[in-house]
DNA sequence: CGAATCCTTGAACACCTTCAACAGGGGTGG
DNA sequence: CCACCCCTGTTGAAGGTGTTCAAGGATTCG
């Protein structure tokens, strides 16, 4: 990969002013439940502002594992490639999640990671998080919390895809987007998909062609009004009567 | 639930004598990569040999997170409730797994948890493994990679429920039921399953004679023998042939 | 402006489900 | 200990949800 030097230094610059304690995501991400001293601990190991373009890797499979990201702005999305060649989403990622959980254990990274539109990531060096950790309990326990979280929204997809239809699933995927949004202080009922039909398609097991006659049949009841990739929610009560407690992805 | 104090006694004082380091999970189980002194301290939390029978519940849906549970011996299966009042089964333990790591964050266990035959358990104190933690980081270097370890067989399962079909499903289940067997020092061809086709159907998304049907046509064509809960695997290469890399397991 | 990609829609087909009936074991009570 | 019963598992036939194949339209980007 070819450098680019002043663009990263410029980014890199604006990006490292901004310390965990004065992020918008703080509510969201890693710092939570840390105080002052523990934030400026944190704050030393936290290297801000690695920015992605549209289709830009931030890591790929067999990459060996040295940062857990946690994204900033944009979106990013996951996958894991499987026999035949294709590709299976596995995760679509908004600003304050993690990112690369799943190479904790073998030091190698099984997914690939790739941004959706223009994205910026935090790079967290997991060993020195470690270090960390001996000092402040607070962050090695919230690393816990947010893979136990990560475990639960596993499981809310399984049963997902275990037990709900095709028309279901859509509504999970435009619910769970609708909250994650509005916790950012987004709309929640209005917004644009940074993904593809047939990202969601192989993300939830279907085909492309299905994924496309259900937005199709949402605008025709009335519950979504939809062009290409922008979303407007109508009848959020009724999407969200399409969705049980155990099926929720946020 | 009424106790059985003898019994209970008599299990426990057994159990009570088998240090980590000398117990026969001491390479699947927590303890891995742990030296002499951590393991000592390790011992002085954990509780164990918490027995159950056959249908007993280790914790249910809503019940306070105490424990992190290590199975000591026989089987469990962990289940969520869904609408409809039907159950999804999340997943079935073997010894040395850890279960009710998804209670973490919530403090509350979403899943329920229920002995397959009778089984045996470790109690695992999550807030004495955290004191412990600021003085052996290994201990929470190890739940880490543990907690990593179990969001990559999420990814392996969606991956199985999203591209492979019921044929491909069962042999990825018979698969890893044979590998964690044979890690275990039993055989790796010939065992007794201890869920039900019930279960095994809840757990992939299939019905229940789908699962019965599948198990009757792998006989036919000679990839197993089966009689009811008892199978033997005779031609494992052609398994094996059946299911990708990425949706082991294991 | 052209090419490639993404999205949409239609029709036939396939895998799995649902409904139904029955067989067989294992446990329980007599 | 045996008989009964219930639950688990098995098998068949019809039906449905979603797939596959096919073609055309729209949008973006070089």
Redesign the pocket.
Known sequence: MSQLPHATNVSELSGLKVACKDCSLFQLCLPVGLGGPDLALLDRVIKRRHVLKRGEYLFRPGDPFVFVYAVRSGSIKTYTPIRDGADQVTGFHLPGELLGLDAINTETHQCGAVALETSSVCELPLNRLEELGSVITNVQRQMLRIMSKQILHDQALQVLLCKR???ERLAALLLSLSNRYKRRGFSATEFDLSM???DIASYF??????V??L??RFQEQGLIE?T??HVRLRDLPRLASMVGAPERLD
């Not at 097991?205 to 299905?210: M, V």
């Open positions: 239809s095709a028309e593809s039909r047939q097991g279907l085909a492309e062609e299905t496309s006659r937005f199709s939809v290409r990739k």
